[in-house]
């Protein structure tokens, strides 16, 4: 078993950055599993298979992400009872946590494999890239159970404090995936399929090794495979706070399919730049995101601890963290954006201009992104999440899609520059409404012991 990051005492930045670091390298590395993709297809095939896997990213994150809500409520059950000491929670939990992340996979593949291509049309994906983002969409859902298993496994080994192990399988995994892209795609000639294929195989090795590393667990946490059931007690909390975190981060991803249907509007070329340039600045917001989980486990421990005073210090914290390191890595990946571009469309100069017009309103603000994230993960951890729900779907979702349906239609702003500016404003919007919340909540709660 490896060392377990302590959340309940001991100075908390140095803790918080040690716990926080490897999650930024697993998420930069489960990125590249898409990047790999990207890479490979728009170097050997181009980039009408880069656009098609591009405009696959949206829809398949709206299907995805409230499962992995769930997954959210799974990691937040364990940090509460591992921080009140209660045990027998812990092993129910651990023991729902395995069926409810293979249910939520058979659903995913079964949903996904028979709506792909109705997605992708009501989306307005172009004929030109339709056939083959649908044949990315249907294969990628074919083994998405494995996705559900690392995700859901995962969590569970972050809320134990245990954040060396997802890099280490990852690691493992995202090897395979690169390697496997290229021998489908530039040896066997597979195209979209290959990269889809890579994925699914590079997950599939990603689920048996997080598996295999709770059950060699020796503490509450450890998974014993004929123990599995669904317990009521573990699965009502779970799914009370991870169905509202779920909920929340499909209609996110609604807004960002609707933002997808605008981007599709401009063509294929067009296409292909936003692709590229929202797979880049996907290594910011991974990173970012990364002190969102950090505020879920530590706030959960403390909060089933009670100890109030490290709860507002690991949110203070995690907002200065994600400042600094927002400002500083959106800056640099503009500043970098010409070069890392040229990676990905190697046949277009005006689809690479596309690119940098998405990189310079998106990635420069992005630090917003992070604090509003951060204050969503505290509530979470807290064991609110019908709030943040709440003022994201209002704040996020329904300013951006009000966006698109009243400025955007207007001809003089029917622009990509006007569809970019939404994201920046609803994230500051939106973290100025989550922060309030955060310090209601939080006093409502200390003042009741």
């Given at each position: 078993m490896r060392t377990n990051q302590p959340m309940l005492d001991g100075p908390l930045f140095p803790g918080i950055v040690r716990y926080t670091v490897p999650i930024i390298l697993t998420s930069l590395l489960q990125l590249l599993f898409n990047a790999a993709d990207l890479v490979v297809v728009g170097q050997f095939c181009g980039s009408l298979s880069l656009a098609a896997v591009g405009a696959t990213g949206a829809i398949t994150n709206l299907m995805v992400n409230f499962f992995i809500g769930l997954s959210v409520g799974a990691g937040v059950t364990v940090a509460h009872s591992l921080g009140s000491r209660e045990d027998g929670m812990v092993f129910r939990t651990v023991h729902t946590t395995l069926p409810v992340s293979i249910l939520s996979g058979a659903a995913l593949t079964v949903f996904g494999v028979a709506f792909s291509r109705t997605f992708l049309r009501m989306m307005g994906t172009p004929d030109t890239v339709l056939p083959l983002s649908a044949v990315y969409m249907e294969i990628y859902f074919g083994g998405i159970t494995f996705t559900m298993i690392y995700n859901f496994c995962a969590a569970i080994l972050r809320a134990a404090g245990d954040t060396k192990s997802p890099l280490i399988f990852l690691s493992i995994a995202g090897v395979v995936n690169v390697i496997l892209n290229v021998v489908f795609v530039r040896f066997f000639n597979m195209n979209v399929a290959g990269v889809a294929l890579a994925t699914v195989i590079s997950q599939a090795i990603s689920a048996v090794l997080v598996v295999q590393e709770l059950m060699r667990r020796k503490d509450a946490c450890k998974l014993t495979l004929s123990k599995m059931r669904i317990y009521a007690a573990p699965l009502k909390k779970m799914i009370?706070?991870?169905?509202?975190?779920?909920?929340?981060?499909?209609?996110?991803?609604?807004?960002?399919?609707?933002?997808?249907?605008?981007v599709n509007s401009f063509g294929d070329i067009f296409m292909s730049g936003n692709a590229a340039a929202?797979?880049?600045?996907?290594?910011?917001?991974?990173?970012?995101?990364?002190?969102?989980?950090?505020?879920?486990?530590?706030?959960?421990?403390?909060?089933?601890?009670?100890?109030?005073?490290?709860?507002?210090?690991?949110?203070?914290?995690?907002?200065?963290?994600?400042?600094?390191?927002?400002?500083?890595?959106?800056s640099a990946m503009y500043a970098a954006g010409p070069t890392l571009l040229s990676i990905y469309i190697t046949d277009s100069p005006e689809a690479m201009a596309y690119g940098m017009v998405r990189l310079g309103y998106i990635c420069l603000p992005y630090f917003l992104c992070g604090l509003m994230d951060v204050t969503t993960g505290a509530l979470r951890g807290l064991g609110s999440s019908f709030i943040p729900m709440l003022i994201c779907v209002l704040g996020v979702c329904g300013l951006r899609i009000g966006w698109i349906y009243t400025i955007f239609q207007v001809p003089a702003f029917h622009t990509p520059s006007c569809l970019y500016l939404s994201y920046a404003i609803s994230w500051a919007v939106t973290f100025l409404c989550e922060l309030a919340a955060m310090l209601h909540v939080f006093r409502k709660m200390t003042r009741n012991e």
């Open positions: 009370l706070i991870g169905m509202p975190a779920g909920i929340q981060g499909s209609l996110f991803s609604i807004s960002n399919v609707l933002i997808q249907s605008s929202a797979n880049l600045e996907g290594f910011v917001y991974v990173s970012l995101n990364a002190f969102q989980q950090t505020a879920v486990n530590f706030i959960g421990q403390n909060t089933g601890a009670r100890q109030w005073d490290r709860i507002r210090k690991t949110l203070w914290i995690c907002l200065g963290c994600v400042t600094v390191l927002g400002l500083t890595l959106g």
